[in-house]
């Protein structure tokens, strides 16, 4: 699966088992090559990450409700409006906007 932003795509991993959304991107020294997405969820904490990253949270239609990017490690961040969060690699998706939306392929 591939999560789209205008022109720019990334390989999508769908953390939708309780290990999968437990670990995350915890204890990771290499730099993410793909975006996880956690369903059903509106708030991520970045303890034990060991690189910042891009957080962005949607409804379940995919409509961008927030984003914050260079999230560092030790952080916790909750949105309660969203449905679903998004992380990925620092400034990977240009020009995000709120009320725009990400595509699921």
């Not at 769908?14 to 369903?39: H, Q, T, V, W």
């Amino acid at each position: 699966m591939r999560l789209k932003y205008n022109n720019q795509e990334i390989d999508l991993v769908i953390c939708n088992s309780f290990f999968k959304r437990f670990i995350g991107i915890m204890f990771k020294k290499e730099k993410l090559d793909y975006a996880l997405c956690f369903p059903r969820c509106n708030s991520v904490h970045t303890f034990f990450c060991k690189q910042n990253i891009d957080i962005i949270m949607t409804d379940n239609e995919n409509k961008i409700l927030y984003f914050r990017r260079n999230v560092g490690h030790n952080k916790v961040i909750i949105y309660r409006e969203s449905c679903m969060v998004y992380e990925t690699t620092c400034n990977y998706f240009d020009n995000l906007e709120i009320n725009t939306f990400l595509e699921r392929r």
